[in-house]
């Protein structure tokens, strides 16, 4: 514990005696905002004590049970007050409780008095106060404690999801020993929307980016007739390009000033694209980006190679660059505002960890996890990054090694999802369509079935959702996630309900087909998210005919029955009868398949064949 702090706690526990004239600048820098607003709230609100009577020493609303000053409490006194502490938060006067928690000197106080005043603060969702807490309690037990551990990093995801989770009473994100999961708090219906997220970051996938453009901010389709048409187009008489022209949906797409390679749909979206990761990435002022664009622009044969993802690398080079200009106007703090002077002239000094810690944390809640000796295949990748990211023209540096693009790499690869413009390029070609219809009158539309080339594909898009990436899988997954216009601006995805939720039940979402058997899925959610699914579905189905799902026996060996093909030394089997509906189980008699029908498989049975996929983050 430092001096400062004990400082801070005299001077605080001064000013709630009444004894010094309070005021905050005084207290600025003493001890969290939080916790100092927390402490006035509740003088003010439950105790009744009047800030404003601070210097009149006689005030009868004078707190009598605390010392002047933060000397040491006698055994006796600090047990009393541990013990009224207590009570308080037994009897669910959690104000009152942390108020007597809090008022014990901090240098005094148990592991019990830090428990007591972080789950008070907890309950009363002053999560940056509950961090502090739990972890001063952790700090003071210096034993390895999971609950404590869980009970902090639970205060730690409530302050950075308080926002959503104010928005979004019916759900509650919880943490436990195997990670943090979304649950529901009431029930929650089919069909009903949970909620609805936008990404930190996202970028257009590589095999829809020159085929069908659209807006790097906002992702609203810029198929213009000459990227519809393709090589075609220039074959067209100029005369039918002008009625095609005419009747095509009116698009604009703006280009980077500077760059051929970033489209917007608007001013208002290229600035924020310049002002959010382009200034920095923009290949005019770093050349080392011109080898990533043009890698994303010639589409997906390369990327297959070098980028296991479908996913663009351009995520992961937004993210970084939008870190490093979290840092830069944190450190300018606002004074130069979203412009940073392009020359460069007046380089940053290299930043304290402060606030490059504090840009990174925007990111931290995405988990990464994946193998390492994969990065290893793909160099050219890593060596892009380093460059762009080396390059003088950085306000900051920010080390690309192996082990943070690795991180990054996985960060991506675990949490990205997909999503569309609901602005589809289909809307576009379908309103072209109807508009020829509506309105032609000289047979445009007979002269155009020569050059038509039907529907366009519809621009997808990757993106870090920071809610959403909360949600974890599972075979029968209870939601499923579909686009969304979040607001007139912001593209993005919600989250609706798909089975009944009971208050306690998880949201979960499926991140492979459905329809694949259990073996198959098992494999495919190793090998993309490192996980070994463990899900209610995976619990009661089988891998196959040849051994019992519900008392593991090995199904009886019998003779080759095609003695033409060969097996190597492994013995054949007679494979036992499947589940008749669902087809995913076998038992080795009806005795098991009653047992496991009663355990369970009952909740999962059914012909998943039929099963809609929902959209998955692969
Ligand atoms: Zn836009
Ligand atoms: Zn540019
Ligand atoms: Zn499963
Ligand atoms: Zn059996
Ligand atoms: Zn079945």
Redesign the pocket.
């Known amino acids: 514990m430092s001096g400062d702090d004990i400082n801070a706690d005299r001077m605080l526990e001064a000013m709630a005696n009444n004894n010094q004239p309070s005021t905050i600048n005084q207290l600025n820098g003493c001890t969290s905002k939080e916790e100092l607003d927390l402490i006035m709230h509740i003088r003010r609100t439950i105790l009744h004590l009047d800030e404003d009577t601070t210097n009149d020493r006689s005030s009868p609303k004078k707190d009598t049970i605390s010392t002047t000053t933060a000397t040491s409490l006698s055994t006796a006194t600090l047990d009393f007050k541990i013990e009224r502490a207590k009570q308080k938060f037994a009897a669910g006067s959690l104000e009152e409780a942390f108020y007597e928690c809090w008022k014990i000197p901090q240098e005094q106080r148990t592991l019990e008095i830090w428990k007591i005043g972080g789950e008070c603060c907890k309950k009363l969702r002053v999560f940056a106060v509950a961090q502090r807490w739990f972890s001063e309690a952790i700090h003071v037990c210096r034993s390895n404690n999971t609950d404590l551990n869980v009970k902090l990093e639970q205060a730690r995801i409530a302050r950075f999801f308080n926002t959503y989770l104010t928005q979004y009473p019916m759900i509650d994100i919880r943490v436990d020993e195997r990670g943090k999961g979304i649950y529901a708090k009431r029930v929650i219906s089919p069909g009903e929307d949970i909620f609805t997220d936008i990404p930190l970051v996202h970028a257009q996938t590589v095999d829809t980016l020159s085929i069908s453009p659209a ?1 790097a ?4 389709s810029l198929l213009t007739p000459a990227v519809y048409f393709e090589t075609t187009w220039s074959r067209i008489p100029e005369k039918l390009q002008r009625q095609i022209e005419e009747y095509w949906p009116h698009i604009t797409p703006i280009s980077c000033p500077y760059c051929p390679f970033e489209l ?3 001013e ?2 290229r600035q924020q694209a310049w002002d959010n990761y382009h200034k920095i990435l923009c290949p005019s002022f770093n050349p080392e980006t011109t080898e990533l664009y043009q890698f994303c622009a010639n589409g997906q044969i390369i990327v297959r190679e070098t980028w296991n993802s479908i996913f663009s690398p351009m995520i992961l080079a937004k993210l970084i660059a939008m870190i490093i200009l979290n840092v830069v106007n944190s450190v300018q703090n606002g004074t130069t505002q979203n412009s940073i002077d392009l020359n460069y002239s007046h380089k940053l000094q290299q930043t304290d960890d402060g606030p490059l810690e504090q840009a990174k944390e925007i990111f931290s809640e995405f988990i990464s996890s994946g193998d390492a000796t994969y990065i290893r295949t793909i160099p050219r990748m890593l060596k892009i990054m380093k460059n762009i990211f080396n390059h003088s023209s950085m306000p900051i540096h920010y080390e690309i090694n192996e082990q943070e693009f690795t991180y990054r790499f996985y960060q991506i690869a675990c949490n990205a999802q997909s999503f569309s413009s609901p602005t589809y390029a289909t809307t576009i070609y379908t309103r072209f369509l109807s508009n020829i219809r509506q309105r032609d009158r000289t047979g445009l539309y007979q002269l155009l079935q020569t050059y038509l080339k039907g529907e366009p594909i519809d621009q997808v898009f990757g993106g870090l959702f920071p809610l959403q990436s909360s949600l974890n899988h599972s075979c029968d997954n209870s939601c499923e996630i579909m686009d969304c216009q979040v607001t007139p601006e912001v593209a993005g995805i919600k989250v609706r309900c798909k089975h009944q939720l009971k208050p306690g039940d998880e949201l979960t979402i499926n991140y492979v087909d459905l329809a694949l058997g259990r073996r198959a899925r098992r494999a495919m959610l190793k090998r993309a998210y490192n996980f070994w699914c463990e899900c209610q579905r995976c619990t009661f189905e089988g891998d196959d005919a040849y051994s019992c799902t519900e008392c593991k026996t090995l199904s009886p060996i019998i003779d080759n029955p095609n003695p033409n093909l060969t097996n190597g030394n492994i013995p054949y089997r007679k494979p036992f009868p499947a589940c008749s509906r669902c087809r995913n189980a076998w038992y080795c008699s009806p005795t098991c398949q009653k047992q496991a029908w009663k355990q369970g498989h009952k909740l999962i049975c059914r012909d998943w064949t039929k099963e809609r996929s929902s959209s998955s983050a692969n």
């Open positions: 807006c901010i906002c992702t609203t917007y749909c608007s208002a979206c």
